[in-house]
């Protein structure tokens, strides 16, 4: 059973910098599809980035974040990053780690969509003050 357990959250100033990790527990290695999620209170949990190991490391981001966050993999430690460049206050939420052995014959930029994903982090809380 894959576990993925997040840290790295905390508070800062907009403008600062926060880098998340995810490792990746009971498996001998990652899932090739990994993502960073986030959820506001009141809001829908929304896919911020992802990344498929199997199609040469391509990611995906939404508009928000594009510029600013870096996905990126130590396969061999089994850990996921999220750096967070220039955090504004619409940046602060819980942010999720999520998952899943996707094979090697999907096709398309890595999925951000929360339906694609099967195992997930217990989260770690941002909150950028202005």
């Known amino acids: 059973q894959v576990q993925l357990v997040e840290s790295g959250g905390g508070s800062v100033q907009a403008g600062g910098s926060l880098r998340l990790s995810c490792v990746v527990f009971g498996y001998n290695y990652s899932p090739a599809c990994m993502g960073w999620f986030r959820q506001a209170p009141g809001k829908e949990r929304e896919g911020v980035a992802a990344?498929?190991?199997?199609?040469?490391?391509?990611?995906s981001y939404v508009d928000s974040v594009e510029g600013r966050f870096t996905i990126s993999q130590d396969n061999a430690k089994r850990i996921l990053y999220l750096q967070m460049n220039s955090l504004k206050p619409e940046d602060t939420a819980m942010y999720y780690c999520a998952a899943r052995f996707c094979g090697r014959s999907r096709d398309g930029p890595p999925p951000r969509d929360t339906n694609f994903y099967n195992y997930w982090g217990q989260g770690t809380q941002i909150t950028v003050s202005s």
């Open positions: 990344i498929d190991r199997d199609r040469d490391g391509s990611t």
